[in-house]
């Protein structure tokens, strides 16, 4: 078990170095992926297959090592388990569906970067190790006597979060099957941010941060922001850039009333 936590102990430093890394370099190079897409990046491949392929990592390798963590069969430790599962069966499973559903009307197809493919794979294995081991093997559950307090805050939270993010992505999903281009989101949340999606999934995992309680939640969470933050600046400057005078001047980029 030495060696475990010693592997554990450098993927959780790991985690907090490449935020800041990820942050910075995202203000200025965005991923050549959706309204980004752009030459130069290599072989591209199926948008479903890459996002299937890149996030399934939180499902297989979550299941593979959950039963070895000596907690595993803690009541607690599955309850807890369940949401980070539950998002990721959606992302891995039903949003790659969504969108194969998608292509296969919209003549106006764009492949996704298979190096940008093979990095979110990359994040995924460490993360899912981190989270997975957390929960099973290192998180005291009896000496947690807030647990179900913090576990029922943050899954309330966490709902909410998943809720808006599913929502935004069926929204804009749904524009691109009318074949026209893109237009100006509109109900919703998309009324305040121009990326709904990206605040959604940001709240989820401060939701999961809550509900575990621990620098592995706290870090996927300051991850997520420094990921999709930038993010969706750029995509905010994409739209006022696209639509102009068309595009509602007082959307923010992706928190409500601040940014």
Not at 16 to 42: C, D, E, M, V
Not at 143 to 149: C, E, N, Q, R
Not at 179 to 203: D, H, T
């Amino acid at each position: 078990m030495v060696s475990d936590q010693n592997l554990f102990q450098y993927s959780l430093l790991s985690l907090y170095l490449i935020g800041p890394l990820t942050f910075i370099s995202l203000l200025f190079l965005q991923a050549p992926y959706g309204k980004h897409n752009r030459p130069g990046w290599g072989p591209t491949m199926s948008p479903p297959l890459a996002w299937f392929l890149m996030e399934s990592p939180t499902l297989w390798l979550t299941l593979l090592l959950f039963p070895s963590g000596v907690k595993s069969s803690n009541p607690k430790s599955l309850i807890l388990i369940t949401p980070f599962l539950f998002h990721y069966f959606h992302r891995t499973c039903i949003y790659p569906l969504r969108l194969y559903l998608n292509n296969t009307k919209n003549a106006n197809k764009t492949g996704f970067p298979v190096s940008v493919a093979m990095m979110a794979f990359v994040f995924n294995l460490l993360n899912a190790y981190l989270q997975a081991r957390w929960v099973s093997q290192y998180k005291d559950y009896e000496g947690d006597g807030w647990f179900w307090l913090r576990f029922v805050l943050g899954l309330v939270v966490f709902l909410f979060g998943m809720g808006v993010n599913v929502w935004s992505d069926r929204v804009l999903v749904g524009l691109k099957n009318e074949g026209k281009g893109y237009k100006v989101p509109r109900g919703g949340l998309f009324e305040l941010v121009s990326c709904p999606n990206y605040f959604g999934e940001i709240v989820e995992w401060f939701g999961w941060a809550v509900m575990t309680w621990s620098l592995v939640g706290l870090g996927f969470f300051l991850y997520t922001c420094a990921n999709l933050v930038p993010r969706a600046r750029a995509n905010h400057r994409w739209y006022l850039d696209k639509f102009g005078e068309d595009y509602p001047k007082d959307r923010k980029a992706v928190i409500p009333f601040l940014y």
